[in-house]
């Protein structure tokens, strides 16, 4: 099966996408929000969503992780944000479905990963 090395530019070029798509999404949490959503769960669609791409790509930038350290580490980020959102000084609202969404988000992807990873294989071992 072919594998990109470790120390590729594209892995390299998935570190800093990671990382900034981490800055963007924690500063967007921070700043303060909007609050008539377009659509009703459309906050928790936001989270969903910013946890599923941040999760993706901390699959391909960092391929040696564990998907449970990857889960642990997006679980860490998606407190962190609800922890600072209920500071006063913030003026944002902390909500544990927050987390929820964020946590639902990487475990998508996660499963997701882990189907396919499986099937990439066998299918690339019918075609040897």
Do not use: C
């Not at 609050?35 to 936001?46: L, M, T």
């Not at 449970?68 to 500071?87: K, P, R």
């Not at 003026?91 to 990963?113: F, K, N, Y």
Request: glycine fraction near 8%.
């Amino acid at each position: 099966m072919f594998r990109l090395p470790l120390d590729s530019p594209w892995r390299r070029l998935g570190r800093v996408a990671f990382w900034a798509t981490l800055a963007v999404v924690v500063t967007m949490a921070l700043l303060p929000g909007n609050d008539s959503p377009s659509f009703p769960w459309s906050d928790k669609v936001n989270h969903f969503s910013a946890f599923a791409v941040l999760t993706a790509l901390a699959r391909f930038a960092y391929p040696g992780r564990r998907g449970w350290t990857i889960l642990a580490a997006m679980l860490g980020v998606g407190v962190g944000i609800e922890l600072l959102q209920a500071l006063p000084v913030i003026g944002r609202d902390a909500e544990i479905g927050d987390v929820v969404a964020d946590l639902s988000g990487a475990l998508t992807v996660l499963v997701i990963h882990r189907l396919t990873r499986g099937k990439r294989r066998v299918d690339l071992q019918e075609q040897s």
